[in-house]
């Protein structure tokens, strides 16, 4: 597959590194684009600098070149996963405002009919950020809260981080074999 990978500056840059890395194990393509806030937080949290991020994906796009081919429907993209999902560009993609690369590629995504997943990490949610996901929800969008569950009795942080992308590599079909499945 060919999955695009979208990175916004919510807190949570920890789940994309490691769908990235997933991806890229289990063989798929992977196209990258971030945000300016995106690479800050991804600075901060995870100590990743653009050079190191463009080592683990297959291409790795500038958000403000709205021309590349992930802006176009005529990319075959499989899918799209915008992780972590600002609250800012749901609202951007739920009323398409493409107005950078990251917008554009989910608004293509969306008019193609194409599986997208977005992974909001935002709380406490008011009324207009559940009326934005709802919008999404409405239209096929896949929206997987970063809220990592417990049953599976994690001990690490790698525990929580698995399970999540586990949970978004189901959305897109794939069996990652990431955490252990409840079994009732």
């Not at 949610?125 to 599976?152: C, Q, R, S, W």
């Amino acid at each position: 597959m060919k999955i695009v990978i979208g990175i916004t500056g919510a807190s949570g840059s920890i789940y994309a590194l490691r769908l990235i890395d997933v991806l890229r194990k289990l063989g798929h393509e992977v196209h990258g684009v971030v945000t300016d806030s995106g690479w800050q937080v991804l600075a901060y949290e995870c100590n990743v600098s653009r050079e190191e991020l463009a080592q683990r994906v297959d291409v790795l796009y500038d958000n403000a070149n709205i021309g590349a081919a992930i802006a176009s429907g005529s990319f075959k993209a499989d899918a799209m996963v915008v992780l972590p999902c600002s609250m800012k560009t749901t609202a951007c993609i739920a009323h398409s405002l493409s107005d950078n690369l990251l917008t554009r590629a989910a608004d293509v995504m969306l008019k193609e009919g194409r599986p997208l997943v977005l992974v909001p990490r935002e709380a406490p949610m008011h009324a207009i950020h559940l009326e934005n996901l709802l919008t999404l929800a409405k239209l096929g969008v896949k929206i997987v809260p970063a809220a990592p569950g417990f049953y599976h009795r994690p001990r690490t942080i790698d525990d929580l981080v698995n399970m999540l992308v586990g949970k978004i590599c189901d959305q897109l079909g794939l069996d990652a074999d990431l955490f252990p499945r409840w079994e009732g």
